[in-house]
């Protein structure tokens, strides 16, 4: 049974290790920025967990516009408790625990944060590669992202909270 909770301190040694299974090393998050977001934002830093071992995860800020911005990368602050945007900066899922739906559960989980708190919707930059699987949950493309994060090009992905009902 897959269960979900926010992030804990003690989680960090294996959030990075499912963050540079899923990312090249010029785009995976870095420790101090996983410390930063455990710290400031665990009300949206949602971990699934199976009999103690982490599978998988979702997080990121509350933003105030609808597109992700490459310094979100750098530095965040602590959400505010209505409204804004809930960006996804990270989704990932350990290599053995894939293609069992746990993106889908971790978005859902997003989803419902999303409605209980007035935010207008969800945002998140994903290569092209990846465009289509996030249009399976109702995301739109809404075209080139001007983020450079990476050096790779990035599509702005956005689910506003009325495609959520």
């Not at 983020?147 to 009325?162: A, C, F």
């Amino acid at each position: 049974m897959i269960s979900l909770r926010n992030v804990q301190a003690a989680d960090l040694e294996q959030l990075l290790l499912i963050e540079n299974e899923g990312f090249p090393i010029e785009e995976a998050a870095t420790k101090e920025a996983f410390v930063e977001r455990i710290q400031l934002i665990p009300d949206t830093y949602i971990v699934a967990v199976k009999e103690g071992e982490i599978l998988g995860y979702i997080n990121g800020p509350i933003i105030n516009q609808p597109y992700i911005t490459d310094n979100l990368f750098e530095k965040i602050k602590e959400n505010p408790k209505r409204g804004g945007y809930q960006s996804i900066l990270g989704l990932a899922v350990s290599k053995q625990a894939r293609n069992q739906g746990i993106s889908k559960i971790l978005i859902e989980k997003m989803e419902e944060l999303v409605k209980e708190n007035e935010r207008e919707g969800m945002t998140l930059t994903c290569k092209q590669e990846l465009v289509s699987f996030y249009e399976k949950f109702g995301f739109v493309n809404h075209g080139m992202s001007e983020s450079q994060h990476g050096g790779v090009r990035w599509y702005n992905m956005v689910k506003l909270r009325e495609a959520m009902d």
